[in-house]
């Protein structure tokens, strides 16, 4: 699973908070924690469904 984050990201925060292992919130946008994918596949799903940018891809 390949996870990015576009540049519609406005940092709200919504993915930090369902799996904050995978997302960080920093200077305003997300950035993806690309060693803990692995195990987090539901709550990365569940973060992008609720993204309000939709600003989380996964391939």
Known sequence: MKVSITDECTGCGVCETIAPDVFVVEDEKATVNADEI?????????????????AIKIE
């Open 38 to 54: 692995a195990g987090n596949e539901d709550e990365i799903k569940e973060a992008a469904e609720e993204c309000p940018d939709e």
